[in-house]
């Protein structure tokens, strides 16, 4: 059965005239953290809308705010309009749901709608970012990840693709050149979730072979994310709300990188030079020199390879605390994460996801750059 992928939630306009945020009343009353953003991308038809609507429709006891961003490609102009002050309108109206979650359209400045919207009255637990035509979410992670202007009441929480399981394969066999090809390429590689839909419509036999296959490409373009099969994106609200995926505090994926004998280390297959690869490097480095050597690689593409995602841990010269590398491609940062475990071996994990990328010039690079 196909998803009715245009059909916007039900809802009604509320009144706008609601108490102004203050800066003595947080955006969550009810807890001290940012609130979470998550951004959810995939191609038209593979399931978006159909999985904001079910995440708004269940029984989850959450206020979500609702964006849906009608950027388009215009994304690259956003952070140029950000403080034009222009007076236009940025927003259509807020309509509110049954169950008290709010929604919105973006036509301009996604900072600015998100600076409204925790300016609103009402409590919010969690905002979806829905992506209208945008099939790079790149410049939404860099606005929501480390932006000065949000001045840190919200985060984001991750990056979810929804795939379509009964067209991938066809999307990932057509030529470098298409552009549904790269669309679903990049999509793969950025996101830190992959929800598999429709996987009931691509073989009889369920769980089979078809889905092992579908599963196996999707982690050779991207190895760290993580690959959930729905039937009309019903899912497990905690796999993909609250995953706190750019909290260095937080982040088991990169703690899983300390686990030598987890794989990660892939070959493109589809001609479109994506993959996956881990290097690894047991002296301690210089944090100078390592900022650095990750800036030449991202920044000023010096051997020439372009990278889309990038997680690492670090083990840094006089300290006794595990840093984190986490880049989503040119915005990066490095942390310190938590104190390194009296059982664990101390040594520097950086897994890339990108274009052309080769495992042998990054080793040394890192090794030559980072540890002299």
């Not at 690259?76 to 359209?105: F, K, P, S, Y």
């Not at 970012?129 to 919200?154: F, I, K, R, Y």
């Amino acid at each position: 059965m196909e998803d009715d992928e245009e059909n916007p939630p039900l809802a009604v306009e509320i009144d706008q005239s609601t108490e102004p945020y203050t800066k003595d009343r947080p955006l969550n009353e009810d807890a001290e953290v940012s609130v979470g953003v998550t951004v959810i991308t995939g191609y038209l038809g593979a399931g978006k809308s159909t999985l904001v609507n079910y995440i708004l429709n269940s029984n989850h006891g959450k206020k979500i705010a609702v964006i849906l961003n009608e950027f388009g490609e215009e994304i690259g102009v956003e952070r140029a309009m950000i403080n034009e002050g222009d007076g236009g309108a940025l927003i259509e109206e807020w309509i509110e749901l049954a169950n008290g979650c709010v929604c919105c359209t973006v036509k301009h400045s996604l900072v600015q709608a998100l600076e409204q919207l925790v300016q609103r009255k009402e409590r919010i637990d969690h905002i979806l970012l829905e992506t209208t035509g945008l099939a790079n979410p790149a410049p939404l992670a860099s606005v929501l990840w480390l932006d000065d202007q949000l001045e840190s009441s919200v985060k984001l929480d991750s990056i979810i693709t929804v795939v379509d399981a009964k067209n991938l394969r066809f999307q990932l066999n057509e030529r470098h050149s298409s552009s549904s090809f790269a669309e679903a390429v990049s999509q793969i590689a950025f996101a830190d979730v992959v929800i598999l839909n429709k996987v009931d419509l691509v073989s009889p036999e369920g769980s089979g072979g078809v889905l092992d296959e579908l599963e196996k490409e999707i982690h050779n373009i991207n190895a760290l994310a993580c690959i959930i099969p729905t039937v009309r994106c019903q899912v497990d609200l905690s796999k993909i709300l609250d995953c706190r995926a750019y909290d260095a505090t937080h982040n088991t994926r990169l703690e899983g990188l300390l686990d030598g004998s987890h794989a990660l280390s892939t070959q493109s297959l589809h001609d479109s030079g994506v993959r996956t690869l881990c290097i690894s490097e047991h002296q301690q480095v210089d944090m100078d020199k390592v900022r650095l050597w990750i800036e030449e690689i991202l920044w000023d593409k010096k051997y020439g390879m372009d990278v889309y995602r990038c997680k690492g841990v670090l083990s840094v010269k006089n300290s006794d605390q595990l840093h984190t590398l986490q880049a989503v491609k040119e915005i990066y940062e490095i942390v310190p994460a938590r104190d390194w475990k009296n059982e664990e071996t101390r040594i520097n994990k950086i897994v890339f996801i990108g274009h052309n990328l080769n495992e042998s010039v990054l080793a040394d690079s890192f090794r030559d750059s980072a540890t002299c």
